[in-house]
């Protein structure tokens, strides 16, 4: 074993889906060792013949290591695996996917036995995982001095971003960023419904939809920009009340091509109740960031 192998972080990995694997393989080809636990122990035992320590329950593996990440099915599957496990003077990451309540709730559980906590959102899929090219990375919050700690050990796998003391962040940027993919998602699917039955090739039209969902990126920068200053009205192109009128166009059109509105639907249904609601205060002068403040349930926060 060289000099540097012997100064990295040992880790342990509790959870070896198809995540935890990934992550566990990427710290074992770095050099670290690695205790590793899974429920369905056929998991473990494969990692165990490529190098690392298999330990019988979860508590073996967190006594282990200080550094302790998690990567299990639920927030549920964390209670049930941490059950009775001492945690005293732990590390412990969680990059099982939870809402930022359970997030900011599981850092007080954490604290409560004695560890030290970090929360994670994995912004990659398992083949981006030890491939620094494919873009991946991992959202962290919580403990910014833990965070520092093992900042280089967390980096073996996939990028990290720190952002924020709140534990819950982490989770709240991921999901975020999760539900605008799906909304691109949704769009996208519509577009391909509106052409399936034409004698259209859905691979030209890609490239089409694919630039232009580029162009129309850096209006997420415009919505930022308006909601941070309170002003929706300076310099705006496309306004709500134009862009209202032009929805019975999409709505036509998917009926002649026999493509439900279903997607479409619920957005369209909010930007003509904010134009309805805001008709006498120039509602309509706006462009589309007035309808994330009738979403919200809560006073906005305004960024300093």
Not at 104 to 117: D, L, M, P, S, T
């Amino acid at each position: 074993m060289t000099p540097n192998a012997v100064q990295k972080t040992s880790v342990t990995m509790l959870g070896l889906g198809a995540m935890g694997s990934a992550l566990a393989r990427a710290w074992l080809a770095a050099g670290h060792r690695l205790t590793v636990w899974n429920r369905t122990p056929t998991r473990a035992a494969v990692l165990g013949a490529e190098g690392a320590r298999v330990a019988t329950s979860a508590a073996e593996a967190v006594a282990a290591n200080t550094l302790v990440v998690v990567c299990l099915l639920d927030d549920t599957s964390v209670d049930e695996a941490m059950a009775g496990v001492d945690l005293a003077g732990r590390d412990l990451v969680n990059l099982t996917t939870s809402t930022p309540a359970q997030a900011r709730a599981r850092a007080v559980w954490a604290h409560e036995r004695g560890a030290r906590y970090l929360d994670g959102g994995i912004m990659a899929v398992p083949p981006m995982i030890g491939v620094p090219e494919a873009g991946g990375y991992v959202f962290y919050s919580g403990s910014r001095e833990l965070f520092e700690r093992h900042r280089e050990t967390l980096g073996v796998p996939v990028g990290t971003t720190f952002v924020g003391e709140d534990p819950g962040f982490a989770a709240l940027y991921d999901v975020a960023l999760l539900s605008g993919m799906y909304g691109m998602f949704a769009g996208v699917t519509h577009a391909f419904a509106l052409i399936r039955g034409e004698d259209i090739d859905p691979a030209a039209f890609a490239a089409l939809l694919a630039d232009w969902l580029v162009a129309m990126a850096p209006a997420v920068h415009q919505t930022a920009d308006r909601l941070r200053s309170g002003d929706y009205t300076t310099n705006v192109v496309s306004t709500l009340a134009m862009q209202v009128a032009g929805t019975p166009t999409f709505l036509r059109t998917a009926e002649q091509q026999g493509v439900s509105a279903e997607l479409l639907d619920p957005f369209f249904a909010l930007m003509g109740r904010r134009l309805a609601e805001g008709a006498g205060e120039g509602a309509g002068e706006e462009d589309l960031a007035g309808v994330v403040d009738l979403l919200t349930r809560r006073t906005p926060r305004t960024a300093s």
